[in-house]
């Protein structure tokens, strides 16, 4: 049976031979096979994101918004040392997030005292713009308020959106031309542009998601 990239089913210590590597990468998989909690579709989904947002934002503070076990905010804390800090932010964090930020900082001592998980609402969460606020498959609407916060604070941001609405989402009068969702990505994307920010609009693998449409963008700076 093939491999499936997009499978939900945890990766567990069977999985280990498949990534024996010494790349980053690998060594990150086996940590998370060790510990048996988290799907292997998070692991490609927050592996691909994060290596694509640090090609064009360096530093900051990463806020991960509907983060879930953490896992993206660990993959760019690694991936880039001059992030001071993180802070995974969900409504409700999973049981198992505290074994897999424990098996991560046995594997990566440097991770110590630079994350924690906050149990809150978007809105109770401060954000200032030397913050880099993400968040992977915020559903429908969250992507949208995710993206007005960042905007607000002037932060750094990066969405994987997902779960499109046509009914709460704005389509930017696109959908004439373009199928809802990417309406709704286009607009997302225009109005950030409007708003002085660099903006990369990218995709990651399909056979990992469908919902593979990055938006990245960075404030430009005016000095």
């Not at 609402?121 to 993206?147: E, K, N, Y």
């Not at 990369?200 to 404030?219: D, F, S």
Request: hydrophobic fraction near 45%; include cysteine; glycine fraction near 8%.
């Amino acid at each position: 049976m093939a491999f499936s990239l997009s499978s939900r089913a945890r990766l567990t210590r069977h999985d280990l031979g498949r990534f024996s590597n010494s790349t980053l990468f690998d060594r990150l998989a086996r940590a998370i096979c060790e510990v048996g909690c988290l799907p292997r579709k998070e692991l490609y989904e927050a592996w691909e994101m994060a290596k694509r947002v640090r090609r064009h934002v360096r530093g900051g503070r990463v806020v991960d918004i509907a983060g879930g076990h953490g896992l993206l905010a660990h993959a760019l804390l690694l991936l880039d040392d001059t992030s001071p800090a993180a802070v995974v932010v969900d409504r409700v964090v999973p049981p198992s997030a505290a074994t897999l930020h424990t098996a991560l900082i046995a594997a990566w001592p440097r991770l110590a005292g630079r994350l924690r998980f906050e149990s809150m609402d978007l809105d109770d969460v401060a954000l200032g713009a030397g913050d880099l606020v993400v968040s992977c498959h915020a559903c429908g609407a969250l992507t949208d308020r995710v993206i007005e916060r960042a905007a607000a604070a002037g932060a750094s941001l990066a969405v994987l959106p997902c779960c499109h609405d046509l009914s709460s989402c704005d389509t930017g009068d696109l959908s004439g031309w373009a199928d809802g969702a990417l309406a709704i990505d286009m607009t997302r994307a225009i109005r950030l542009k409007a708003q002085e920010y660099q903006i990369w609009t990218m995709k990651i693998p399909e056979e990992i998601t469908a919902k593979n449409r990055l938006l990245i963008g960075n404030r430009v700076s005016l000095d």
